[in-house]
């Protein structure tokens, strides 16, 4: 099997937890995973040498909160909001409603289109939801086609209550059959805990019924308005609360005491002209940050993890380290995949060889050069991607 080093690196980032960020170093892949990581004036002998000439060297971005099984376009809701309509949950059943009238084609060839914009830019795992069926056949077909196109795939059938069905028959709905008909393809369950979606004990049913089926637990909380959504997840041990917008005191708290990573959406607090979430204090708390695009038609329609990074730098006040970590193990830490053989998100000896390289001799130049895509090449389980692919999305036309 062909070794590969990597060397003339200006600036290797690991975030394995020591060292994480370090000069004059190199690696080698070999198997799709790191075979050595050391000083770049000692290298191992390998088969092939690739130098990157004084760019920086880090993990491909975990990418851990998406909804990329949509079909349909909102940007005139967009507009709108842009000129002074609030968001509410209500304009999810647009989505709703061309994602039921789309083939399966369709909505895979939209998914992996906007997958291959992702890698483009350097997001080498990728968590994606349901929740744009909202029936049973609906749900079970976008679960499938997720399975197919993203790392780890969430059952997010508790997005809304539909038209033309109760709360109580919906929630049966969710809880039984269509969760049943799930299952075979995802590994975690989500509920939309807010005003306008559902309460905190319609979401503890939901999450429930998802622990019984073996699911790990996710909830958005706290988007629109203070709410229960943060203290649930909390206490059912969630592997993360996403959004968290509008933190108490008493959040912040239970976060900081807790395993539950919170998730950060800077793009769709900007598109939802909500206040940042509070990402400075949550560190300083001792909270466990994640950042993530959120891509999705309605509130966040971007799969630029390096927009997201700079703006947690430029507007929430975190670090450029801060913001890299929570954009790479971080993530790995909300989908529960930032320790073992499995691990994503660091770059460690014996881990996934996953990672980019940057057309910078730094990662400050992430918010330094904020709007400028920055990626130049990615490997992914050792392989690096052919430009021809991580340029599909803009090529078919
Ligand atoms: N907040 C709930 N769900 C999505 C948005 C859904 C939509 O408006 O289409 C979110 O994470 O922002
Ligand atoms: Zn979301």
Same mark, same amino acid.
């Given at each position: 099997m062909t070794s590969e080093l990597i060397t003339d690196i200006g600036e290797l980032s690991t975030f394995a937890g020591h060292e994480d960020r370090r000069a004059n170093a190199a690696l080698v892949i070999e198997n799709g995973r790191i075979a050595w990581i050391g000083d770049a004036e000692h290298p191992p002998v390998a088969d092939v040498r690739t130098s990157v000439g004084g760019r920086a060297v880090l993990p491909g971005w975990v990418d851990s909160h998406s909804h990329l099984v949509f079909a349909g376009d909102r940007s005139a809701e967009f507009e709108a909001r842009m000129a002074g309509t609030k968001y509410a949950a209500g304009g999810i059943s647009t989505t709703v409603n061309a994602t039921r009238a789309a083939t399966d084609a369709q909505l895979e060839s939209n998914l992996r289109a906007l997958r291959d914009e992702a890698r483009a830019q350097g997001t080498t795992f990728l968590e994606t939801k349901t929740g744009y069926g909202l029936d049973v056949d609906t749900e079970r077909r976008s679960a499938e086609i997720a399975s197919r196109g993203a790392d780890v795939v969430t059952f997010l059938g508790a997005h809304l209550v539909p038209e033309g069905i109760s709360a109580r028959d919906y929630l049966d709905l969710v809880t039984g059959p269509m969760l049943a008909a799930v299952t075979p393809w995802v590994s975690f369950i989500d509920v939309f805990c807010e005003r306008g979606a559902f309460d905190v004990e319609q979401a503890r049913e939901v999450l429930l019924a998802g622990r019984a089926a073996g699911l790990g637990l996710r909830v958005h909380g706290n988007q629109l308005g203070q709410g229960g959504g943060v203290a649930l997840a909390v206490e059912l041990g969630a592997a993360s609360v996403d959004h968290c917008n509008y933190l108490t005191p008493a959040d912040l708290d239970a976060l900081a005491g807790s395993d539950t990573v919170a998730t950060v959406l800077p793009a769709c607090d900007l598109s939802t002209r909500e206040?940042?979430?509070p990402a400075r204090a949550l560190l300083d708390a001792g909270v466990t940050v994640a950042i993530a695009? #959120?891509? #999705?038609?309605?509130t966040s329609y971007t799969t630029s993890m390096q927009f997201c990074i700079a703006t947690a730098v430029l507007q929430m006040h975190l670090t450029v380290e801060e913001a890299v970590r929570a954009a790479t193990r971080g993530g790995a830490r909300a989908l529960g995949r930032d320790s073992g053989a499995d691990a994503v998100g660091s770059l460690r000896v014996g881990g996934r060889a996953d990672l980019q390289v940057l057309d910078a001799p730094s990662i400050s130049h992430i918010a330094y050069r904020p709007g400028v895509p920055l990626t130049a090449a990615t490997w992914l389980l050792g392989q690096r991607l052919p430009p021809a692919v991580t340029r599909a999305a803009r090529a078919a036309f």
């Open positions: 206040p940042l979430a695009t #959120n891509c #999705n038609p309605g």
